[in-house]
């Protein structure tokens, strides 16, 4: 692991106000490599291509425009959102190994709960069998990755339906409380720091 890795647990957060924190620390130079842990309100977010006819029905839902891969996803609260502010080329990471890392850890996370979980070619993401569990998008500038990955807990899922997650119609969705009961946001955020400490 990084002895410049930092851990940080921010809690609930405005999306627009996450994204210009980690700008803002990307951009500093103090950086130093972090991995956040927040939740979001309800948002709707779109990625660079992102086609926003895959919003059927956004309600009172804000929509916001964003610079991570992807396409369209929704954040809401008792999804731990984690956010990898990392110098990947100190790292000797690509994009693409960066992305199966993650997916890994994600994998590696699932199975602390019994969770059996696979991944899609050409669908960043993992799945239990076929409905998605987390998301990835992730944006790379100058050397460094932004962005992350939204994995559902214990949320209200209802708003997934109003949508196209990730353009795919139809697509369904899954979260760790469908597979065990009692769960806490704080629970799978101390067996993710663990995880990732082995990885970066």
């Known amino acids: ?8 647990s921010l809690g609930l957060c405005d999306y627009q106000e996450t994204l210009d924190a980690m700008r ?13 842990f927040v939740e979001h309100p309800p948002v709707f977010t779109l990625g660079t291509a992102a086609d926003k006819s895959h919003i059927l029905n956004a ?43 993650i997916q890994n850890f994600t994998k590696n996370l699932l199975n ?10 050409g669908a960043p993401g993992v799945y239990v069998e076929d409905k998605k ?20 807990v214990d949320m209200d899922l209802e708003p997934f339906s109003n949508i196209n997650p990730c353009g795919y119609e139809g697509l369904e969705v899954a979260q760790i409380k469908d597979f065990k009961e009692k769960i806490t946001i704080k629970e799978v955020e101390q067996l993710a720091i663990k995880h990732l400490g082995l990885i970066f």
């Open 59 to 101: 309600k009172n839902i804000p929509i916001i425009q964003t610079d991570r891969g992807g396409e369209v996803t929704y954040h809401g609260p008792g999804q731990l959102v984690i956010y990898f502010m990392l110098d990947i080329k100190r790292l000797e990471l690509g994009p693409k190994s960066l992305v199966q890392s």
């Open 112 to 121: 602390e709960f019994s969770i059996e979980s696979n991944f899609i070619d």
């Open 1 to 8: 692991m990084s002895n410049d890795l930092a851990f940080k």
């Open 24 to 36: 803002s620390h990307l951009g500093s130079e103090q950086f130093h490599d972090e991995i956040w």
């Open 133 to 152: 569990i987390a998301s990835i998008g992730l944006r790379i500038s100058k050397g460094k990755s932004y962005h992350g990955i939204s994995i559902n």
